[in-house]
């Protein structure tokens, strides 16, 4: 196997979007993986893209804001505040968590099974739950 070759793993990618509003065309170095709904979320992932070849190393994670119209930053494109990095991945894990939160940072995590929310999420809906009700 060439070095090149080794530089890349394939993941089934499961997007979480923390934010309180729609989202779409989020990428992931330039792939495409979906979209997400706003809150409330009660566990799961917002979507699923399958077979996404990823390269080792930094990540770079965009998105667009939705949400309902007249809404302030609809149609913008955000760049995560900060560079994931992907490094030496186990050939086991077929999955990748890709976490996007409303301070603009992303979390992204390979899994062996199905991805589940992380404790930075948890709070988050918590505290959503709270100020909204369930």
Same mark, same amino acid.
């Given at each position: 196997?060439?070095?090149?070759?080794?530089?890349?793993?394939?993941?089934?990618?499961?997007?979480?979007?923390?934010?309180?509003?729609?989202?779409?065309? +989020?990428? =992931?170095?330039?792939?495409? *993986?979906?979209?997400?709904? &706003?809150? $409330?979320?009660?566990?799961?992932? @917002? /979507?699923?893209?399958?077979?996404?070849? +990823?390269? =080792?190393?930094?990540?770079? *994670?965009?998105?667009?804001? &939705?949400? $309902?119209?007249?809404?302030?930053? @609809? /149609?913008?494109?955000?760049?995560?505040?900060?560079?994931?990095?992907?490094?030496?991945?186990?050939?086991?894990?077929?999955?990748?968590?890709?976490?996007?939160?409303?301070?603009?940072?992303?979390?992204?995590?390979?899994?062996?099974?199905?991805?589940?929310?992380?404790?930075?999420?948890?709070?988050?809906?918590?505290?959503?739950?709270?100020?909204?009700?369930?």
């Amino acid at each position: 196997m060439s070095a090149e070759k080794k530089q890349i793993a394939y993941f089934d990618v499961a997007l979480f979007s923390y934010l309180d509003r729609p989202i779409f065309d +989020v990428y =992931l170095n330039g792939r495409d *993986i979906g979209l997400a709904a &706003g809150q $409330p979320h009660r566990g799961e992932a @917002n /979507g699923l893209m399958t077979g996404v070849e +990823v390269k =080792l190393g930094d990540q770079k *994670i965009t998105w667009r804001l &939705g949400g $309902p119209k007249g809404m302030i930053g @609809n /149609g913008d494109t955000v760049k995560a505040k900060n560079t994931p990095i992907l490094t030496n991945v186990d050939p086991n894990f077929r999955y990748l968590g890709v976490h996007i939160y409303p301070d603009n940072t992303v979390e992204i995590i390979p899994e062996r099974y199905w991805p589940e929310k992380t404790e930075k999420g948890e709070a988050i809906n918590r505290a959503w739950e709270l100020k909204h009700g369930k």
